[in-house]
């Protein structure tokens, strides 16, 4: 089992900053897994937002934020982050992490993020104001 534990969270301004981080615990050999955030208010869709592949470190973004947010994991890949700058209103959400065997694949003009990940964090409330 894997145990992942969002946390960063808070009230910013528009044009503000936030890191999030996602914290795992559990015996899950971590591989080639891809660990993705995700963000959702209520009444809407679920949205991928960044994902990266611990293993080889490859990233992915949706096209609304990407420029804004990077994803990355510190060395000892224990916990990835999302650092979030330039932060609009329409950013304000629950964000999720959450982590899987697989990623997504480019689609169009953008990337489609997987629909089968496996194991979720409880969120954390990103809210902009401007």
């Known amino acids: 089992q894997l145990q992942l534990m969002e946390s960063g969270g808070d009230s910013v301004q528009a044009g503000g900053s936030l890191r999030l981080s996602c914290a795992h615990s559990?015996?899950?050999?971590?591989?080639?897994?891809?660990v993705a955030w995700f963000r959702q208010n209520p009444g809407k869709n679920r949205e991928g937002i960044a994902a990266i592949y611990r293993g080889g470190g490859s990233t992915y973004y949706s096209n609304s934020v990407k420029g804004r947010f990077t994803i990355s994991q510190d060395n000892a890949k224990i916990t990835v982050f999302l650092q979030m700058n330039n932060l609009e209103r329409e950013d304000t959400a629950m964000y999720y992490c959450?982590?899987?065997?697989?990623?997504?694949?480019?689609?169009?003009?953008?990337?489609?993020?997987?629909?089968?990940?496996?194991?979720w964090g409880r969120g954390t409330q990103v809210s902009v104001s401007s």
């Open positions: 559990g015996n899950v050999d971590w591989g080639n897994i891809c």
């Open positions: 959450a982590a899987g065997p697989f990623c997504g694949s480019y689609c169009g003009d953008g990337y489609c993020f997987a629909s089968n990940f496996e194991y």
